[in-house]
Every structure is written in C-alpha cells, then in structure tokens.
T-cell receptor, first 108, second 113 residues
C-alpha cells in the first residue's frame, strides 16, 4: 500500500481550464509538499503546507489534516504548466513519502 | 544560485563498473537524501543522512553505499553496477523540524548496459 495516493495519474486540459490534482495520505505528517517536475527531469518545490491554504500566482494548494487530503489547483492553465506534479508528505520523523505523480498536459 | 548541485547529469555504465554520484548543498541543511525514480513509481529513498557523520538505509539500499563527507556533501556509490540500477537519481536536502522546504538536485540519468 502506498502511503501517498494521487489522482488522476494523467490529465489533459485545454488552455484556460481550471485544474485540480488530489492527494491522499495515510501517515501522520508534519508537512505536505507539492513538487513540479518538468521534462528534462529537474524537481522544484511549489508549496509546503502544514495547514490551510497557500497561493502563488495561479497555483493554489489546500490541505485538510483531519481528512488527510490535499489538493493542488491551477487556475487559467497554460501550456507551460505541462509537467508532472508530485505530492510528498514529510513524516514526523522527517522521512518523505512520495506519490507517483500526475502528468499534466495543457493543450493550446 | 543557492541549491543542490548534483553531478553528473548523465552516465552510461557497463555491468560491473563502479561510479560515484556527487551531491552538494550550500544551504547549511542537516538532512540529505538520495532517491531513485523509476517509471510508474514514486521516488524511493535509497539512503539518507540526518546530520553530518550519520547515514541510514532507506527503502532500497541494496547495491549502494553512501558517504556524508561533511555537512555540504553526500555521495552515492555504486560498487558494481547492475542493469536494475538503471534509473534517475535525485539528491535532496532539507532541514529538520519545524518543517522547511525540501530542495532537489537536477537528477542523474544513469543507464547500466
């Protein structure tokens, strides 16, 4: 059983659409991270959350600790948002667990 | 720029050859990690180092060794490469609680033939 489950695995959207990627986890956490991996492979951190909601530009991340669930939203999606989005949780002993990623393609 | 520097970016090895992947961070982080990423799977922890001088096995340590040379550097060694070690390897660093951002290297794409 994976400690972190993401959905959907693959997502294709038209430019301008509102996108939601979901993440559920089963371990106790101290923080949840959303990561972005572009073709070519580099991984960058988008958000780190331990409660509530954060917003950077067109990206919004929310977390519900009681339900062990987080969502990443992209408003007004753009082709440059095409990437793999990875949910990762940090356990209370500072270990990371990763989802398998959501591959997003935004079509012009 | 501050961050995690990982070398090399690409490597092709023959079965049985050895190599060392280098990782350095300049953010004064205590914790450093080595992961491998395989198609259809999340990143899996190979080894981690919670602080200088300490290393611990992760989920998939077999066939690998690590050295935490100092606070900045954490290297991963393949003593006798096998085709099953064909993967993309990522080094990461972070600090311990309260939780702080995790930073990743650019990855090393390793092919063992």
């Amino acid at each position: 059983k994976n400690e972190v489950e993401q959905s959907p695995q693959n997502l294709t959207a038209q430019e301008g659409e509102f996108i939601t990627i979901n993440c559920s986890y089963s371990v106790g956490i101290s923080a949840l991270h959303w990561l972005q991996q572009h073709p070519g492979g580099g991984i960058v951190s988008l958000f780190m959350l331990s409660s509530g909601k954060k917003k950077h530009g067109r990206l919004i991340a929310t977390i519900n600790i009681q339900e062990k669930h987080s969502s990443l939203h992209i408003t007004a999606s753009h082709p440059r948002d095409s990437a793999v989005y990875i949910c990762a949780v940090r356990s209370r002993v500072n270990q990371f667990y990763f989802g398998t990623g959501t591959s997003l393609t935004v079509i012009p | 720029n501050a961050g995690v520097t990982q070398t090399p970016k690409f490597q092709v090895l023959k079965t049985g050859q050895s190599m060392t992947l280098q990782c350095a961070q300049d953010m004064n982080h205590n914790s450093m990690y080595w992961y491998r990423q395989d198609p259809g799977m999340g990143l899996r922890l190979i080894y981690y180092s919670a602080s200088e001088g300490t290393t611990d096995k992760g989920e998939v340590p077999n066939g690998y060794n690590v050295s935490r040379l100092n606070k900045r550097e954490f290297s991963l060694r393949l003593e006798s490469a096998a085709p099953s070690q064909t993967s993309v390897y990522f080094c990461a660093s972070s600090d311990a609680g309260p939780p702080k951002e995790a930073f990743f290297g650019q990855g090393t794409r390793l092919t063992v033939v």
